[in-house]
């Protein structure tokens, strides 16, 4: 998407037709523009030049918005409130000459004030000064006249329009009853001298400017306020880093640290660029960019990201990316480009506002008529009309979404959840159904020793001889072995002939014994195992692994491996089912782990045994009972998350563009996949609430500036009351989107429980086998093996791999193994297991 600032845009009617003339260029597959942050999204194949020009036609500006490698860049400059100083200098000046022009209309007319000597009874001079000071007034607003008349000589009336019309007609309604009161005058007629003077709407002209930059002003101020959290980013950007040239520490400004750097970071300060620690250890508060508050432990070979802080010890690092590389600036950009993106629920609001303006002008043209018709006097008919223009707001409806779109976008950001478009923002809390990828999502996604059972020695010695064993492997369960005996501090010994049996287990000797590792089965051919069978049968269940060692003919025991649940899981699945969301368990492993997990964590359904390409599809089926957001780490599980209607990539870390999913989350926590759809619901109840009260009080409020309750109630409406009203619309709007900033996203207190889907889900992918095969040297012996594999029937699908000497069938029924081997080995290979 190719970004644009817009100028000249004062209300929704604004955006709405430059989106229009935009979305009318050939080429332009889609046009976003949001009126908060005076920006516009462009997706398609027309020319920068071509865009530009459309929105010129239109009446506005444009120019290309150009993203700077540089970290230190003035991008935070676009987010700078510089509306409100200029608004704040406008209205000073305004009340300073609206006050005696108050006075003179007012305080003399209706309270018997005192004026000058002068004026005392020249109800001329009165009408001249009144005249002045609301010409004064007018200057000073020039640009609602500017911009209004602008709108409408280009035929696409905005809100400065309105105020234009209804500021400029009660302004020569009131200079023509001046004029008409001189010609009174000179014929000496004081009784039509002094009806003249009520005909003066010159305080209703001047008013209703000075209130509507009242609210233009806090509106400014709060949509100032909308931003602080991409501010707050912003501001984390380091200035300087220190980094070692030449062998010497030197500080050099951030644009110049280059990728192979290698920089310094003392305890208090910020890390500049993300990196990796070459030397030293530390804590390191990440905080700024996950909302995770304990520190972090870093040591040698682990990453270091941007703006996070060094709490305590001396690190030197080597700069992995810099610039708009780092993660803060992925971050900036993912939040800033969502809030530039509209949601489908502003949709009514951009139809309304396309026709908004000529319809109240409209309104305003008959509510005159009608009360001529009437019969009323030319000044009451005219004020009623004026009270139409100057009560509408377009502004309230165009700010009902976009400002609560770059709160919340804010406030995911401050907690670690960075939501990509203003569609993942609100589609994410109409999930009903949540898919979890095991591996990594609802576990750890790295193998550790749950259990330790001695046999005739103690646990420590049992610990040691794994040890010295596992050592020599790379296998991903010894490495669990490994990593448990270090962590208690055990040396390992001396192993000599060691010897690795290819899906069996290990072996090696130790002075003059000889030492054996591995499953069940192969220590079982080495020792007898029967009295460990109930262990191991209740270990398996449970979804471990269990590891049998063995010392010469006699077992010594057994330990357990496996892939442990997170911590937070089983609570975030009870949250997630607590409002009322179906979670489903979808994983490659085998039916008894996955069940055991399943069972562990509490997750409504477990569908096991489904390679990696196949959970595309159960994603599919599952789309047909409701809406599914599917939760995996981004990359294995990338054709699910796209297919998912919100793809959630969780434990992303600094690779936050994740281009599969819609919604990253910076923590390794499933508790927040909850946050995140939690802040989607109070988003999207929060641009209910501002879109309600928009529409409200535009149903409400023209029809009572019409007069329409005249006839009935006796209510009428002063057209300053009516500005007053329309200056406070939008405020509120924008202040009511501000109160996201108090939703507190890890809280299950006020969760609401929608009403769960029923999911009648049959397991299309009921089983996988793997065959070991010898005899295949190329892919012509792959397309052989596969086809011989998949003429079987029950066999939906064979992958096989020359390199891996296996082929993966995918079945639709229990076919019995022996017929599988047969058919390869009639394709002319061996069959190895």
Same mark, same amino acid.
């Given at each position: ?7 000249? $845009? ?6 709405? !037709? ?19 942050? +005076? ?103 020039? &640009? ?158 682990? *990453? ?16 992995? !990316? ?28 951009? /139809? ?62 401050? &907690? ?18 949540? @898919? ?140 997630? /089912?607590?409002?009322?969301? *179906? ?8 039916? !008894? ?75 390794? *926590?499933?508790?927040? @996949? ?60 924008? $202040? ?13 207190? &006020? ?6 889907? +029923? ?7 009921? $089983? ?66």
């Amino acid at each position: 998407m190719t970004q644009y600032n817009v100028t000249g $845009m004062s209300c929704a009617a604004c955006s709405a !037709r430059v989106e229009k003339a935009v979305s009318s260029v050939d080429g332009v597959s889609s046009c976003s523009v949001n009126l908060l942050t +005076n920006s516009m999204g462009v997706e398609g194949t027309a020319t920068s030049k071509e865009i530009i020009d459309a929105v010129e036609k239109a009446g506005y500006g444009a120019s290309l918005k150009i993203k700077n490698k540089k970290v230190k860049s003035n991008s935070d400059d676009e987010l700078k409130d510089t509306q409100t100083p200029k608004l704040v200098k406008r209205l000073v000046a305004s009340l300073l000459f609206l006050a005696p022009l108050m006075y003179i209309s007012m305080g003399h007319m209706m309270w018997g004030w005192k004026l000058p000597s002068f004026m005392e009874n020249n109800h001329i001079a009165m009408g001249l000064a009144q005249m002045l000071f609301a010409i004064i007034i007018m200057v000073i607003n020039q &640009n609602f006249f500017i911009s209004g008349f602008k709108g409408l000589i280009h035929k696409s009336p905005n809100m400065d329009t309105l105020v234009a019309l209804g500021s400029g007609a009660s302004f020569v309604y009131s200079a023509y009853a001046l004029f008409a009161m001189t010609v009174a005058q000179t014929k000496g007629d004081m009784s039509a001298v002094m009806s003249y003077m009520d005909d003066f709407y010159f305080e209703s002209a001047a008013m209703i400017l000075a209130l509507i930059t009242v609210g233009k002003t806090l509106e400014a101020y709060s949509k100032g306020r909308t931003t602080d959290a991409l501010k707050g980013l912003m501001s984390l950007s380091p200035k300087t880093a220190n980094v070692i040239r030449d062998g010497k520490e030197i500080t050099v400004d951030i644009d110049d640290v280059a990728v192979g750097d290698i920089f310094v970071v003392r305890p208090g300060e910020s890390v500049p660029v993300d990196g990796i620690v070459i030397d030293g250890e530390s804590a390191i508060d990440e905080s700024v960019l996950t909302g995770e508050s304990l520190p972090v432990d870093k040591a040698v070979d682990d *990453k270091v990201t941007s703006a996070t802080i060094n709490k305590s010890g001396f690190l030197k690092c080597k700069a992995t !990316r810099v610039g708009e590389d780092t993660t803060l600036a992925q971050i900036i950009n993912l939040v800033s480009d969502a809030s530039a993106t509209k949601a489908p629920i502003a949709k009514l609001a951009d /139809k309304v506002s396309g026709v908004f303006v000529p319809t109240v002008i409209a309104i305003a043209i008959i509510t005159f008529i009608v009360w001529l018709i009437v019969p009323k006097p030319f000044g009451y008919s005219l004020s009623r009309a004026i009270s139409v223009l100057v009560i509408s707001c377009p502004c309230a409806l165009g700010l009902a979404t976009p400002v609560a779109i770059m709160v919340g976008n804010g406030k995911g950001a401050k &907690n670690g959840i960075l939501f990509k478009t203003a569609v993942s923002l609100e589609e994410a809390g109409k999930t009903q159904i949540v @898919v979890l990828d095991k591996t990594g999502t609802i576990t750890e996604g790295k193998p550790k020793v749950t259990d330790v059972i001695p046999v005739g020695i103690s646990e420590n010695d049992l610990l040691q001889l794994a040890y010295s064993l596992e050592i020599k492997s790379e296998h991903p369960l010894a490495k669990a072995i490994v990593e448990k005996s270090e962590t208690v501090q055990i040396p390992p010994f001396d192993i000599t002939d060691f010897e690795s049996k290819t899906g069996n287990g290990l072996c090696g000797t130790l002075e003059n014994f000889k030492i054996y590792a591995g499953s069940s089965k192969y220590i079982s051919t080495v020792c007898d195992i029967s009295s460990v069978k109930s262990d191991i049968e209740r270990l398996s269940n449970e979804g471990k692994t269990p590891l049998l060692f063995a010392k010469d003919e006699k077992l010594i025991g057994v330990i357990a491996v496996a892939d442990t649940i997170k911590q937070d899981s089983p609570e975030a699945i009870k949250q997630l /089912k607590n409002m009322g969301i *179906k979670v489903v368990m979808l994983t490659g492993d085998n039916k !008894r782990t996955a069940d055991a997990i399943g069972k562990q964590t509490g997750v409504d359904m477990v569908i096991s045994d489904v390679l990696p390409d196949g959970k595309e599809a159960v994603v599919k089926k599952l789309q047909s009972f409701g809406k599914v957001a599917m939760v995996g780490d981004g990359v294995n599980d990338a054709p699910a998350l796209t297919r998912s209607d919100v793809g959630i990539a969780i434990g992303a870390g600094a690779d936050v563009a994740v281009d599969s999913a819609d919604v990253v989350l910076m923590n390794s *926590k499933l508790s927040d @996949v909850c946050s995140a759809i939690r802040l989607s619901r109070h988003t999207l109840t929060n641009i209910k609430e501002n879109l309600f009260w928009a529409f409200i009080y535009n149903i409400i409020g023209i029809p009572l500036a019409a007069g329409v309750w005249i006839p009935i109630t006796g209510w009428t409406l002063n057209p300053m009351f009516g500005a007053a009203a329309m200056s406070l619309s939008s405020f509120c709007v924008v $202040m009511n989107a501000l109160r996201l900033n108090f939703v507190n996203v890890t809280s299950s207190k &006020n969760d609401r429980k929608i009403k769960e889907v +029923n999911i009648d889900y049959t397991e299309e992918f009921k $089983m996988t086998k793997t065959i070991k095969i010898d005899g295949m040297m190329c892919p012509h012996c792959e397309a052989a093996v596969k086809k011989a594999l998949e003429a079987i029937d029950g066999v939906t699908s064979a992958v096989a791999s020359h390199t891996e000497k296996q082929a993966t069938v995918e079945l639709s029924k229990d076919v019995d193994t022996a017929v599988l081997e047969q058919a390869v080995v009639d394709a002319g290979y061996t069959i190895i297991k």
